[in-house]
């Protein structure tokens, strides 16, 4: 783990790569449902809470200071923070990238943007699925459960299935 890019180790084979979805359209798309998710959620909270956020700041605050501060938290902190989701959703487009070797399993971009790169051994892994768009690895070592979305999250555990032998739950 001390590159931030894949490498192959020596007498390692690659038995699956990613192909990250980067087509302009791919991400226009996520961009357009992020900023309707903008949009949708600050309306959202601003007709739920603003009023009961008001009404709870009255009690502590003048009337002026206690309507700013539920404007800021809605129509402010609310979409700030659906932005910054929407902005590391699109981010993972371009950062994440998952490795199966016939050693281990190299993740880098998740289950966040920001997420270093993470390689697990395949003697650690006790088994793997799929479920609606998300792999799960189990881990022999620890009760910690991997969860990483990928596309092509059916292929990777068909090839590790494949090559390890061992018979994934069918619960796909």
């Known amino acids: 783990m001390n590159s931030s890019s ?4 020596p007498d390692e084979a690659i ?3 990613t192909s990250p979805d980067r087509k302009w359209y791919a991400v226009a798309w996520k961009v357009v449902v992020g900023l309707v998710a903008i949009l949708f959620f ?7 809470f603003k009023a009961p956020a008001q009404g709870f700041l009255d009690n502590y605050l003048p009337d002026q200071i206690a309507l ?3 404007q800021l938290l809605c ?3 609310v979409p700030l923070l659906i932005a910054v989701w929407v902005a590391d959703d699109v981010a993972r487009i371009f950062t994440s990238e998952l490795v199966l070797t016939t050693r281990r399993l190299w993740v880098k971009g998740s289950p966040y943007s920001w997420s270093k790169p993470e390689e697990t051994p395949l003697d650690n892994i006790k088994s793997m699925t799929f479920r609606k768009d998300a792999i799960f690895v189990r881990l022999a ?5 991997q969860v ?3 596309s092509e999250g059916k292929q990777l555990v068909e090839a590790y299935t494949r090559f390890t032998g061992k018979e994934s739950p069918t619960d796909q």
């Open 6 to 9: 894949f490498q192959l180790q």
């Open 15 to 17: 038995l699956f790569q």
């Open 42 to 48: 600050t309306f959202l909270v601003d007709i739920l």
């Open 68 to 70: 700013a501060l539920s």
């Open 75 to 77: 129509l402010g902190l």
């Open 141 to 145: 070592s620890t009760r910690k459960v």
């Open 148 to 150: 990483h979305m990928f």
